[in-house]
């Protein structure tokens, strides 16, 4: 059996225990349960992340799932098998990344600050990614959004460009095992979090 991680969902600072699962439908009109992420359209890309042992709602309500294991389909591709079944480990999660972007801008994933003032690399392992944009043609600003595995005790951050109207331009977080923690850059430095 593989492991069972709990799931979070971030965006902008915000985290949320679990994921959306949504009916997602294939070119057959068949709806399978799955995590989106990205925009349809020109410019952009969906991320699908099929979620099996999940039944969906009538009216295709969306349903969170919580806990999950890391799986594969036939075709080799990474799907999560809804989980509930076990023991949690706390080694990593599952993180749902619904990443923003300013007005006209774009975002970036990376891990924690090296000491010449860039970014180490995003440490995460990524299951599926999507884009999404601004404008008809996705010209105005895009970002990508991804579904990731996470290891505990690292930091990694979300960065946002173009037009925050106040809003922070970057989060820190870090999973430490029992809860994951955010902070802005300037509450990273006030209270030396993490």
Do not use: C
Not at 88 to 109: C, E, M, Q, Y
């Amino acid at each position: 059996m593989n492991p069972e991680y709990k799931v979070f969902t971030v965006k902008g600072g915000i985290i949320e225990e679990g994921a959306e699962v949504v009916p997602f439908e294939l070119t057959n009109g068949t709806a399978i349960p799955a995590i989106v992420v990205g925009e349809s359209g020109r410019g952009r890309k969906q991320g699908v992340l099929p979620v099996s042992g999940v039944t969906l709602a009538n009216g295709g309500e969306p349903v969170r799932v919580m806990t999950a294991e890391i799986g594969q389909s036939r075709g080799g591709r990474p799907k999560l098998v809804a989980g509930g079944h076990g023991a949690i480990d706390t080694s990593a999660i599952i993180l749902v990344l619904r990443t923003p972007i300013g007005f006209r801008g774009s975002n970036k994933h990376t891990g924690d600050s090296d000491e010449s003032g860039g970014y180490l690399p995003f440490p995460g392992q990524i299951l599926v990614e999507g884009v999404i944009a601004q404008g008809a043609a996705g010209a105005m600003g895009s970002g990508k959004q991804y579904v990731a595995i996470l290891p505990q005790g690292v930091v990694f951050r979300t960065g946002y460009s173009g037009r925050l109207y106040g809003a922070p331009s970057s989060h820190f977080y870090k999973w430490d095992g029992e809860q994951l923690l955010v902070a802005t850059l300037g509450e990273r430095e006030l209270a030396d979090l993490f």
